[in-house]
């Protein structure tokens, strides 16, 4: 069993910044892909960027240069800096992760969510 717990959501005005954190944890044999994504009321969940175990990453239209992903393979952690944020950025955030168990089988498995919220 697998388990993501997330971090560092909170209220934050229009230009600053926020750093949210991931931690995987259980039957852990490896993790491959790491990313976040996010869920504003009344829209669809978005991809907002991703990592993978060489660190090569993939991001958002909406969030090219101003978030960064990144992953500490030691700590099976996944982080993303959040800066120039935006009141469009207002959204619950999502982390997920590709783990590949103990056992061999292979799990994605995602965060509880943690809001993050942009005053204007």
């Known amino acids: 069993q697998v388990q993501l717990v997330e971090s560092g959501g909170g209220l934050v005005q229009a230009g600053g910044s926020l750093r949210l954190s991931c931690a995987a944890s259980g039957s852990i044999f490896s993790i491959n892909t790491m990313g976040w994504s996010r869920q504003a009321p009344g829209k669809q969940r978005e991809l907002v960027a991703a990592v993978t175990s060489r660190g090569g990453t993939n991001y958002g239209d909406s969030v090219k240069g101003r978030f960064t992903i990144s992953r500490d393979n030691a700590k099976n952690t996944v982080y993303l800096q959040m800066n120039s944020l935006k009141p469009e950025d207002t959204a619950v955030y999502y982390c997920?992760?590709?783990?590949?168990?103990?056992?061999?089988?292979?799990?994605?498995?995602w965060g509880q969510g943690t809001q993050v919220t942009v005053s204007s």
């Open positions: 997920n992760a590709e783990i590949i168990t103990t056992a061999r089988s292979i799990v994605t498995s």
